[in-house]
């Protein structure tokens, strides 16, 4: 009885250890297709949005062109932030439902469109599809962050000090750096964190997951316009700010 008991554990034991290997091995599958395979399928997604793009942008001008007419999955810009690297670019679509999330950085529909008066708002994924704001605590007071539209170039700076580097200390009282809750949606009104006003200025809102691998909260953050549209004509190969460095 004994050893007909012991050989009973042994296979009770041997079955929770090849449970829990099987379940170890499939957690390790869905990391490594959420970090790496999810990436390389958003970064092709994103190589065909762009040149799906740009093959719209040489066309002439009309009603497709017109910012305020842009439809839920439609692509519309180009983000570049230089502080993420000099080569960082990413087609931005218009909606924030995992359908556009998928693909790259997401508009916020209803809030404003690049140069406009309110605050331009967009979502990304901090760890895989692309993981486009996966280094988004990185930015500084004064980072230049750069929308490309069919004709023009806006420079948005991040708010803050540049002279002391903190984050939190812009005159205007908006911070360039939050972490928040994520229903505090605040965040992307018309002026950032005063929802009881209009606009008071023309912003750019960047939102992601806080921590790393976890969606618990938000992490925020927020940019100035600097001057006004700046003409592709006059500036081709983008403005000064993406130079910076």
Known sequence: MDGEGTGGWRSVVR?????????????????????????????????????????????????????????????????????????????ILEGTSEAELSQGPGHYEGTAMPGEAGNVALAGHRVGKGSPFLELDAMRPGDPIVVETADSWFVYRVLGDPATGDLAADPSGIPGRQIVRPADVDVIAPTPNQAASGPTGSYLTLTTCHPRFSARERLIIHARLEGGALPKADLPDGPPALFEG
């Open 15 to 91: 079955g929770i250890g090849e449970v829990l290997i099987t379940g170890g091995l499939v957690l390790l599958l869905f990391v490594v297709y959420e970090l790496y395979v999810t990436d390389y399928l958003t970064g092709r997604r994103q190589d065909e949005l762009t040149q799906e793009l740009r093959e719209q942008w040489q066309q002439p001008p009309g009603e497709t062109r017109q910012l305020r007419q842009v439809e839920i999955g439609d692509a519309f810009g180009v983000l570049r932030i230089p502080r993420l690297g000099e080569d960082y670019a990413r087609v």
